[in-house]
């Protein structure tokens, strides 16, 4: 499963890019605001950042424009992807732009026969929002769960992006599932690699070894400096 943080934040990005283990960005109108800087730089900035696909929200349901906005963000880099909420106008351009080979990510899936229709709609991208789902006492596990199978027993191309990714289980299990984009939060990306194991044990590793140093004769250069 491909690791995409759900942000566009530049410093997060460059640090999940410096892990050598990110593949991939997705924004949405949100997160665009919260960086209140001018949104074409900051897209071309993010886009060069990573070398995996970004996703970028389109900000309309009138399907003329949505065309439009589609083409004008295929555009924006190689690596960009059209992002575009699923409803009927949003399925005609995903047709529309799928036919001319610009990639599209349909978002705010919330139910197994939506993900069909974007299948069959020819989009790139299909992404569930688990977290969204649980806020409402829904189970947005088996919603994930269900797609995947569907998929898989159809044969469709599409991907499934597990979005709205809430805690590290959530992670796992859509791992689990099949899943094969998640998308999360930074604060979710950190917690990916904790354990309170791993740093008690670094911890009694480091203070081992200032005990052993002085004793150990003829050390490697990069060892004398730890």
């Given at each position: 499963?491909?690791?995409?943080?759900?942000?566009?934040?530049?410093?997060?990005?460059?640090?999940?890019?410096?892990?050598?283990?990110?593949?991939?960005?997705?924004?949405?109108?949100?997160?665009?605001?919260?960086?209140?800087?001018?949104?074409?730089?900051?897209?071309?900035?993010?886009?060069?950042?990573?070398?995996?696909?970004?996703?970028?929200?389109?900000?309309?349901?009138?399907?003329?424009?949505l065309i439009r906005q589609g083409h004008e963000i295929a555009q924006i880099a190689d690596n960009a992807v059209v992002k575009i909420?699923?409803?009927?106008?949003?399925?005609?351009?995903?047709?529309?732009?799928?036919?001319?080979?610009?990639?599209?990510?349909?978002?705010?899936?919330?139910?197994?026969?939506?993900?069909?229709?974007?299948?069959?709609?020819?989009?790139?991208?299909?992404?569930?929002?688990?977290?969204?789902?649980?806020?409402?006492?829904?189970?947005?596990?088996?919603?994930?769960?269900?797609?995947?199978?569907?998929?898989?027993?159809?044969?469709y191309q599409t991907q499934v992006l597990a979005a709205s990714l809430r805690h590290p289980v959530h992670v796992v299990e859509a791992?689990?599932?099949?899943?094969?984009?998640?998308?999360?939060?930074?604060?979710?990306?950190?917690?990916?690699?904790?354990?309170?194991?791993?740093?008690?044990?670094?911890?009694?590793?480091?203070?081992?070894?200032?005990?052993?140093?002085?004793?150990?004769?003829?050390?490697?250069?990069?060892?004398?400096?730890?």
């Amino acid at each position: 499963m491909k690791l995409f943080l759900d942000t566009a934040n530049l410093d997060e990005i460059r640090e999940g890019v410096r892990w050598g283990v990110l593949k991939g960005v997705t924004t949405n109108p949100t997160l665009i605001g919260k960086e209140e800087q001018d949104f074409l730089p900051l897209v071309k900035e993010i886009c060069s950042i990573v070398e995996g696909e970004v996703s970028i929200e389109t900000a309309s349901d009138d399907p003329d424009l949505l065309i439009r906005q589609g083409h004008e963000i295929a555009q924006i880099a190689d690596n960009a992807v059209v992002k575009i909420s699923i409803s009927p106008n949003g399925l005609s351009a995903t047709r529309k732009l799928s036919d001319e080979g610009i990639k599209v990510n349909v978002t705010l899936c919330f139910s197994p026969t939506q993900a069909l229709l974007a299948a069959e709609a020819g989009a790139h991208i299909i992404s569930p929002f688990l977290g969204r789902l649980d806020d409402i006492a829904t189970d947005g596990l088996r919603l994930l769960s269900d797609i995947c199978e569907i998929y898989a027993t159809q044969g469709y191309q599409t991907q499934v992006l597990a979005a709205s990714l809430r805690h590290p289980v959530h992670v796992v299990e859509a791992a689990r599932m099949g899943a094969d984009i998640g998308t999360m939060p930074f604060k979710v990306f950190e917690a990916l690699v904790k354990h309170p194991l791993t740093d008690a044990g670094f911890k009694k590793f480091s203070d081992d070894w200032d005990q052993a140093k002085p004793h150990l004769g003829e050390l490697l250069p990069s060892m004398q400096e730890a």
